[in-house]
DNA sequence: CGGATTTGACCCGCGC
DNA sequence: GCGCGGGTCAAATCCG
């Protein structure tokens, strides 16, 4: 996915050399004061592209040619020299014009190329994606580890990224038993982390009086930013819960949202606020915004409902409900 | 002026 | 049935 991005950037910004091209390209017009050069450069990207290389040294042999004719009416050629030297240029003209028709066709064609590559992967990551929910949704019904989450919370399934440490509340919790959360945060202090927690959904409180409870918050030292994910088995209704430590009101997750409310929670003095998704009209997902109590920077986004539109590239990058 | 945000009112589920 | 708390609605207000 992101190798086709970056190539895809790197298209673009071929285009943009394309562009500066063009712009030498009237540069030398200006100084031949002759011919205009058909805009084909202007739609010509890849500029870079050896299949694209060939034109560049054609333009300047136009150019020259320019230059020559120029030259030469400088120094008193008679009309029909005259005549006959643009007559030849306009045939030059005519086979630059050809070819970069034909380069054209080519780069149209290996667009196409590209978008189809980039649907392809699409597509897999879509699939992917739903053998991760297939495989979540399996492990949620037969498991009986995560002991403690899973007699509180057993049906929500909570995915954490990022790196752990310093859960001073959680630690006095778990410190008993030697959980799969603390082998979580020892791996935590080498790097990414991946974690499956399964939590209750019906505790509603989640946000309010313990939100962190369950998860390690996060090491702000060190990370600008820790996500925790708690998402139900896919056959239910979706609900995912983010973590961020964020000083912005809301963490841009790439969607387009509207704000339909706010309240006092109970337990934390931090309002909530509701925000439904604006990107398509119909769309059912909302989310909630609410600070940890103890800890301001931290923002507990939980997102419900799943997206009945395409999510935009950003957005897509986050979130994978 | 239109869209976004704010905020009080209302609805609904749950526990007692 | 009543009170409480969470979630939503919609009129008022703000803002670009």
Redesign the pocket.
Known sequence: MEESLMKMKRSRDDDDVGGVAVKKEKTADEESAAVVLPKVGDETPYCENDDMKPSSPAKKDLSSSNNKVSVKSDTGITEAEHSMASSSSRKEQDEQLESAKAKMGEVREENQRLKMHLDRIIKDYQKLQMQFYDTVGQDSNKSDHQEQQAEEEPELVSLTLGRFSGDSERDDKDKGSSTSHEKEEKRGNQGLSLALDYKLEAS??E??NEPLQNSSPVNGSEEHKEDEVLQQNPAKKVRVCVRTRCDTPTMNDGC????????????NPCP?????C?VAPACPV?K?VQRYAQDMSILITTY?GTHNHPLPVSATAMACW
């Open positions: 509603k409180s946000l309010d387009q949202w509207r704000k339909y409310g706010q309240k006092i929670a109970k337990g909530r606020a509701y925000y439904r604006t909302r909630q419900e």
